[in-house]
């Protein structure tokens, strides 16, 4: 017992450095292979964009009319470094309960200059509430490989802005967009390097929501008609510009986007969509989401993999994972202590009951390159896209040298016995 109780506190000591660290860029030595590290160094920048008359849907919630106000979204922004360059950045940010402070820690360097070349541009966008340090594992993943991207604060909807959701509702795809506008005009050495008219959204949760309605999925009029309950619903009118069919709508989706991620989106289970919006989406479209999502519905995630039938998607599920399957970077060291402004450790916004989250980063990193590199660089990564759906039913058939043989049909990328509690579903468009 004595043995065993030693080995234990060995193996924890030796977890506690990285564990400290907070550390959002671990790849795992059973990652699926387009999970590890591009081969350009990482820089990231702060940059904040402001939209100078933007509807104010607190304002018009407190006092009617349509006022509007200047809305401030502050981005990090990850990109290409220069050959050389050598990572040394952490991220001051807070924890889900506004109040924390905790530091993260990453492979990029603050203010780097950029590698030469032209780059796709990406954008994530977190949930209701999150950061923009939510989704950092991917930003810098993707990064490496030869991507900018950029995470906004998107305001009423962070951890320490948190105010009615009817206002994340109303905003949330117009973020996106004058995001990709704002990336489209940057100047400098960042706008020299950023390709915006090769672009895609990312979206978890409520950036999930955003990112199918900027991709082509208008509301439904069960959306727009909805009166309860309070604080849910905007006032009146201010959801019609993402209307199905409406020419604000149209006007909103851009043919810069060539492909949207959905993570976990919100809105299906509350007929936010019907068949008829949802088949107004045209963009290549990956979601993801876990089997037992409780938030978003599986069912209803289900649904919109079905409705989307203008173009091909493709559905990825972590089998027994619950909302927070793949997007969130790891919980931080001081998540995992009791909060007293939320009641309870703040550790569930972050983490699983079933999956390791650098298990699931490590898979979402995987997928979301394959997928972004088909439609934004144009490479064929076709072999990780086109597989066996249920993981369960690929068959590993090697021969002596490790060459495939004709049975070999196992998921691409994927070591052996990798791949289980998976499903990757594909369907056509016109199906």
């Known amino acids: 017992m004595r043995h065993l109780m030693l080995a234990a506190a060995a193996t924890l000591a030796c977890a506690a450095p990285a ?32 939209d100078p008359d933007r509807i104010d849907v607190i304002a018009a919630i407190e006092q009617g009319g349509t006022p509007t106000a200047e809305r401030v979204l502050q981005t990090e922004i990850w990109y290409p470094a220069a050959d050389g ?51 950092s594992h991917l930003a810098e993943n993707l ?14 909807s962070t951890y320490d ?55 082509g999925a208008g509301l439904s009029p069960t959306a727009l008609e909805r009166t309860e309950p309070a604080g849910f619903v905007p006032p009146a009118g201010l959801l019609d510009r993402l209307a199905a069919g409406s020419e604000d709508h149209a006007a909103l989706v851009d043919p810069r986007i060539k492909a949207v991620v959905a993570i976990a989106p919100w809105g299906r289970q509350h007929e936010f969509w019907d068949a008829d919006g949802l088949n107004d989406l045209a963009k290549p479209l990956l979601l993801v989401s876990g089997s037992d999502d409780d938030v978003s519905i599986y069912d209803a995630i289900r649904q919109v993999f079905d409705q ?18 793949a997007a969130p970077i790891p919980a931080p060291a001081e998540a995992w202590a009791f909060s007293e402004t939320l009641g309870r450790a703040p550790f569930d916004h972050y983490a699983d009951p079933v999956w ?47 060459t495939p043989d004709a049975a070999h049909n196992y998921w691409a990328g994927f070591p052996e016995r990798s791949a289980k509690g998976l499903m990757f579903e594909t369907k056509p468009a016109g199906q």
Do not use: C
């Open 143 to 156: 990064a490496s490989k030869g991507y900018v991207v950029v995470a906004a604060d998107h305001p009423e």
């Open 19 to 50: 564990l400290s660290e907070n550390r959002i860029d671990l790849i795992r030595p059973d990652a699926p292979e387009l999970a590890a590290r591009g081969p350009h160094p990482v820089g990231v920048r702060a940059q904040s964009f402001t």
């Open 308 to 325: 989307t039938t203008a173009t091909t998607r493709h559905l990825l599920t972590f089998d027994h994972a619950n909302h927070n399957a």
């Open 85 to 135: 360059t050598e990572a040394g950045t952490t991220y001051d940010t807070i924890l889900r309960d506004g109040v924390t402070p905790t530091v993260l820690t990453g492979s990029a360097a603050r203010d780097a200059a950029p590698a030469e070349g032209s780059f796709p541009l990406v954008i994530l966008s977190h949930g209701y509430p999150g950061n923009r340090y939510l989704m």
């Open 161 to 215: 802005d948190q105010q009615a959701f009817a206002s994340t509702l109303v905003n949330r795809a117009v973020d996106q967009r004058f995001l990709l506008d704002s990336m489209a005009g940057l100047e400098g050495d960042l706008g020299a390097i950023t390709d915006a008219e090769r672009a895609a959204v990312v979206g978890y949760s409520m950036g999930g929501y955003g990112a199918l309605i900027f991709g």
């Open 356 to 402: 390791d989250s650098v298990r699931m980063n490590n898979i979402l990193q995987h997928f979301t390159t394959a997928f972004l590199d088909q439609h934004l660089k144009g490479e064929d990564r076709g072999a990780f896209l086109d597989l066996v759906p249920d993981a369960e039913d690929g068959v590993w058939s090697v021969d002596d040298a490790g």
